[in-house]
Nanobody, 126 residues
Framework: QVQLVESGGGLVQAGGSLTLSCAGS????????MGWFRQAPGKQHEFVAT????????LYADSVKGRFTISRNNAKNTVYLQMNSLKPEDTAVYYC???????????????????WGQGTQVTVSS
């Protein structure tokens, strides 16, 4: 059974930082591209960032570019999202997802992912 478990969410003031983690089990982690998406109240899921199977390729949404960093440790079956300079508009439930490795430019849509975590809440106060 595949499981993706996010952790690290919480409440932070604007300008602060958080690091999210997503631990995978039950899947050949190295064979999967990993992504982070978020959903704010009343809004649709939004792509945040994705990383290729080796960690050598990354792609970010314009709204987080320069502030967020995605990384992975295949030895630990874990993907991370370092979030700096957080803004109130970053408030959302953040989900990690795993999709069989494809060209990274295609990994910005939900349909490219096969497995999803349960989500972790990030709240940024002004």
């Amino acid at each position: 059974q595949v499981q993706l478990v996010e952790s690290g969410g919480g409440l932070v003031q604007a300008g602060g930082s958080l690091t999210l983690s997503c631990a995978g089990s039950g899947l050949p982690f190295r064979s999967y591209g990993m992504g982070w998406f978020r959903q704010a109240p009343g809004k649709q899921h939004e792509f945040v960032a994705t990383i290729g199977w080796s960690g050598g390729s990354t792609l970010y949404a314009d709204s987080v570019k320069g502030r967020f960093t995605i990384s992975r440790n295949n030895a630990k079956n874990t993907v991370y999202l370092q979030m700096n300079s957080l803004k109130p508009e970053d408030t959302a439930v953040y989900y990690c997802a795993a999709g069989l490795a494809r060209p990274i430019a295609t990994m910005t849509t939900r349909g490219k992912y096969d497995y999803w975590g349960q989500g972790t809440q990030v709240t940024v106060s002004s």
